[in-house]
């Protein structure tokens, strides 16, 4: 079946405590995308990547980090998360490039005390 | 600057109801792409339509209809004979030729059809 995977579904852990969050997708999809979603806000980019170490920032990437060492895998890591990163997180991938319909992952919902 | 703008926080309407859903986008690149996407309250993102700039043909599946108007900025989403499986949070989104990676979405509409 094809589909994206996020591991783990729900997180909460404390401030300052490093964290990775992992997204893989089995499509062989070149482009990969994190998003937050947050009440009022909508859904907000942070991190995507075109290819395999290509990586670029969208709309919120500060306290975040990615790695794009393999085409089916795009973890986001919060090296020292705060209250503020608490939220809603989805994975996404595409064929090739945003301008193509995006397959989501389930989520992870993150709670930062 | 890019943008998306979902005028309409929430909308609420009796089942059978027609209802539209409203999208104006800016952007300054020519060749760009739009999307809609669905939430239901089960949570998972799910696409629903993309329109690329130069295709401004309307488009009609089932009941519902995406009115795409270059003249106003708009990607507009109805439902015809709205039913109690409508209920979700709906996300037009754009992305722009400029950087075809980086996805912008409006802050969503939540629609509620009563039965």
């Known amino acids: 079946e094809a589909q994206v995977t996020q591991n783990p579904r729900y997180l909460i852990t404390v401030t300052g405590k490093k964290l990775t969050v992992t997204c893989s997708q089995n499509m062989n999809h070149e482009y990969m995308s994190w998003y937050r979603q947050d009440p009022g806000l909508g859904l907000r980019q942070i991190y995507y990547?075109?290819?395999?170490?290509?990586?670029d920032k969208g709309d919120v990437p500060e306290g975040y980090k990615v790695s794009r060492k393999e085409k089916r895998n795009f973890p986001l890591i919060l090296e020292s998360p705060s209250p503020n990163q608490t939220s809603l997180y989805f994975c996404?991938?595409?064929?090739?490039?945003?301008?193509?319909?995006?397959?989501f992952g389930p989520g992870t919902r993150l709670t930062v005390t | 600057a890019q943008k998306v703008t979902q005028a309409q926080t929430e909308i609420s309407v009796v089942e059978k109801e027609d209802v539209t859903l409203d999208c104006v986008y800016e952007t300054r690149d020519t060749t760009y792409y739009l999307f809609w996407y669905k939430q239901p309250p089960s949570g998972e993102l799910v696409f629903l339509i993309r329109r690329n700039s130069f295709d401004e043909q309307n488009e009609i599946s089932g009941r519902y209809s995406w009115n795409f108007q270059k003249s106003t900025s708009s990607f507009n989403f109805t439902i015809t004979a709205s039913q109690v499986v409508d209920s979700a949070v709906y996300f037009c989104a754009l992305v722009y030729g400029g950087s075809q990676g980086n996805l912008i979405f409006g802050k969503g509409t939540k629609l509620s059809v009563k039965p």
């Open positions: 990547s075109m290819n395999v170490e290509v990586t």
């Open positions: 996404a991938s595409s064929f090739s490039g945003g301008a193509y319909e995006q397959y």
